[in-house]
Every structure is written in structure tokens, then in C-alpha cells.
């Protein structure tokens, strides 16, 4: 009888393949709410020469060491992600996704392009929302790269195996404050220069979490047309680019 005052979505959680009289899957649902739970927030911006993606780094215990607390992660050379989300969830997708980048350089003897690679993981995630026996990961992901042909690419997947192609766009707990931001931003003016690329995602992040970073709070990875493939930045770059980002304002 509890079960049935709990109203129409009763007993239709219990299962992730079985819809709800609404047509929803709410186990699916759950997992967008999962990726919230870290409490942080990440976002990708696309530039004409560069794309860049900026996470917020914080660690939850004196007793880590702060160099191997990260949200940003190497897939291939030339692709990098960062991610949003539960930590474990995170680094398995992380795993996948370097295997199926390596299965494929195997395969056909040349790298995996992103939007493949986006692709293959957005079909992984949605089989798991089919089988009973799997859930869905709680974590988003958002992959930048530098394309021969198109230039910089920024591309985003989710729980439940939708991706897309981005001009900007963000995860986490501020996803839709940065997207309002980074929506206005873009309407003013497009971003030309990978410094512009990186203090807009800087100041969008800076703007949803009403915070003031130090150089610590920060993890920022780019691509640009160098032939160098993803690169991590470290701290003295994030400082010029914060203090860069002060004398503007």
C-alpha cells in the first residue's frame, strides 16, 4: 500500500529498462542528478584557433596529494576531456575511452577522430540505459581536439547517451548558470584568440560559483594548432592568465 501512495512513479524506478506511465526513465533521470553530486563544475569554449577545457579542482582531504586529484585526463595525443561528476564513474568512462581510441589506431592505423570517439562512448553509455543489469555511469563528458580539417572541436556526452558538437558548453552542478553565461558571451563577440578562449571559460566559471580562484582551484587543459595535442596547463600559466583576467575587469 506505501508503495502506491508514493503517487504515479511508483515501483517504476526499481527498473531501468521499464518506462513510466509518463514515458520516463527515471533511473536515467537519477543519473543527471548524480552527476551533480561532486558539487563541481566544468566547461569546454571553443575558440578559431584553440579550444579549452577549465575544471574547478578541489580537494576533499589535507591528507591527498594534490597532484594526483584531477578531473582532466590524456585519451589520445590529441584528445582530452574533462569530466563531471562521480570520481569513479568518471575514471572508468576515462578507461573505455582510451581503449576504444587504442582499438581503433589498431584497427585502421590512424587516430581516432573526436566525434567518432564522442560517438562510441554516447552508444556505450545508452546500452547501459537498455539492460537491466547495467546503470547508467553518473558522469558527463566533455572532449576537446584539434582537427586537421575542422580545426578545434569541443564535444560533450552525457548519461544518457546523447552528444553533440559545442561552441561552448558546461556540466555540473552550475551547468545552466554557465550556459546563460557563456550564451551571452558569445552573442557580443565570437572568441578569436586561445587567451580569450581561456579567460572566458575562467570568468564563466568564476561568474556561476561566485568564487575568486587561485591558480590551485584550477585545472585547465588545451588544444591548438601547434601539432603538440593536448596539453595540461600548470600553475604559473593559470596565474598569468588570472591576473591577466583582473587587469581587464
Not at 52 to 78: E, M, Y
Request: glycine content about 8%.
Amino acid at each position: 500500500m506505501a508503495s502506491r501512495d508514493r503517487g504515479s512513479s511508483a515501483g517504476f524506478d526499481r527498473h531501468i529498462t521499464i518506462f513510466s506511465p509518463e514515458g520516463r526513465l527515471y533511473q536515467v533521470e537519477y543519473a543527471f542528478k548524480a552527476v551533480n553530486q561532486s558539487g563541481l563544475t566544468s566547461l569546454g569554449v571553443r575558440g578559431q584557433d584553440s579550444a579549452v577545457v577549465v575544471s574547478q579542482k578541489k580537494i576533499p582531504d589535507k591528507l591527498l596529494d594534490p597532484s594526483t586529484v584531477t578531473n582532466l585526463f590524456r585519451l589520445t595525443d590529441n584528445i582530452g576531456c574533462v569530466m563531471a561528476g562521480m570520481t569513479a564513474d568518471s575514471r572508468s568512462q576515462v578507461q573505455r575511452a582510451r581503449y576504444e581510441a587504442a582499438n581503433w589506431k589498431y584497427k585502421y592505423g590512424y587516430e581516432i577522430p573526436i566525434d567518432m570517439l564522442c560517438k562510441r562512448m554516447s552508444d556505450i553509455s545508452q546500452v547501459y540505459t537498455q539492460n537491466a543489469e547495467m546503470r547508467p555511469l553518473g558522469c558527463g563528458m566533455i572532449l576537446i581536439s584539434f582537427d586537421d580539417e575542422n580545426g578545434p572541436q569541443l564535444y560533450k556526452t552525457d548519461p544518457s547517451g546523447y552528444y553533440c558538437g559545442y561552441r561552448a558548453c558546461s556540466a555540473g552542478v552550475k551547468q545552466t548558470e554557465a550556459n546563460n553565461f557563456l550564451e551571452k558571451r558569445l552573442k557580443k563577440n565570437p572568441i578569436d584568440t586561445e587567451d580569450d578562449a581561456i579567460q572566458t571559460a575562467i570568468a564563466a566559471l568564476s561568474s556561476v560559483v561566485s568564487a575568486d580562484f587561485k591558480p590551485s582551484d584550477l585545472d585547465i587543459g588545451i588544444v591548438r594548432n601547434d601539432g603538440k595535442g593536448f596539453r595540461i596547463l600548470n600553475e604559473n600559466e593559470i596565474d598569468n592568465h588570472l591576473t591577466a583576467l583582473a587587469e581587464k575587469d
